[in-house]
């Protein structure tokens, strides 16, 4: 069956069905423990970042405060939400000299030295977490971790995996968001009452009001899971790097700005450009105009209706 696939349980999925990314019992699944772990993935991915460069340390027979005189760690990497609304990441690392990218690192720190100390890092890197109802939790990388060697096009030796490959790989993560994997929402919520009147599925919304009850436990105010329910918990930056894994953002704002200028044709001198914007106000709701209407002894909101039908 094209676009289909049998799970563990022996039952077959195609992939629009609505159940894929759902739990099997709802009422078992450990709401608390998904929210808490998107809430905690920033910490624990920076938490990973200091386990690989002692573990590089290591292997370089180097005190770690001295790493980074002979190679810099650098990075790239995309937060996805997969179906069931848990976050993972998508990075790209790699070993500079110590002025970046533009220098060559020591002849020891080999992409095959650097794939075994990401895995090392990823076991070892854990965070505790909160006491909850009587229930300590801690935080930890799964076993599914899949590390690959990333070959320059110049040097393919064979291997599939290139730069333009990467690039687009990553980029397709960097385009998703909770609404695109969980079907939740895209802004943040004043109110949770407010949840009623969207169209969320139930696994997400029962995250979001998880996210936003824990949100008032005393505990828990530096996570501000209330701000974050809409995110399911997720407090960080969809995209991240290193200073100098490339170029700045702002660079690139820049250059988009000139590409702008350079293609976008000068107005004609009839065409008045208005080159600033100011706000001027907000008229009134339709009960606040009634209002207005019966102190000024203008005509009410009923005989408006009755003058222009």
């Not at 939400?81 to 070993?95: E, M, S």
């Not at 095959?112 to 229930?135: H, K, M, V, Y």
């Not at 079907?183 to 998880?210: C, N, Q, Y």
């Not at 704002?253 to 044709?265: E, Q």
């Amino acid at each position: 069956m094209g676009g289909s696939a049998r799970c563990r349980y022996g039952h077959t999925h195609t992939k629009d069905d609505p159940r894929i990314g759902t739990p099997l019992d709802p009422e078992r699944y450990d709401y608390t423990g998904a929210v808490l772990w998107n809430a905690h993935a920033p910490t624990l991915w920076a938490r990973f970042m200091l386990h690989l460069r002692r573990t590089l340390a290591a292997a370089a027979g180097l005190p770690q405060r001295l790493l980074s005189k002979v190679v810099r760690v650098s990075y790239a990497k995309v937060a996805e939400y997969q179906q069931r609304g848990l976050i993972h990441f998508h990075a790209v690392i790699r070993l500079d000299g110590p002025a970046g990218s533009h220098t060559p690192p020591p002849s020891w720190a080999t992409p095959e030295l650097l794939a075994d100390a990401i895995r090392i890092a990823a076991t070892r890197a854990r965070i505790d977490g909160p006491e909850i109802n009587g229930r300590a939790r801690s935080f930890a990388f799964g076993e599914q971790i899949d590390t690959r060697i990333i070959r320059s096009s110049a040097f393919q030796g064979g291997t599939t995996i290139t730069e333009g490959k990467v690039a687009g790989y990553v980029a397709k993560y960097a385009t998703k968001g909770t609404e695109a994997a969980t079907g939740t929402l895209d802004h943040r919520l004043k109110k949770i009452t407010d949840l009623w009147f969207e169209s969320v599925p139930e696994h997400a919304a029962r995250m979001i009001r998880t996210a936003w009850a824990l949100g008032a436990r005393d505990e828990l105010k530096h996570l501000n899971l209330r701000k974050w329910a809409h995110m399911l918990g997720f407090r960080g930056h969809f995209s991240t790097k290193t200073r100098a894994y490339s170029t700045t953002l702002s660079a690139l704002r820049a250059a988009r700005a000139a590409w702008h200028r350079r293609h976008t044709p000068p107005p004609s001198p009839t065409t008045l450009v208005i080159a600033h914007w100011a706000y001027d106000g907000t008229g009134l709701t339709p009960d606040l105009e009634r209002l207005a209407a019966l102190i000024h002894g203008g005509p009410t909101g009923e005989q408006e209706v009755a003058t222009r039908a």
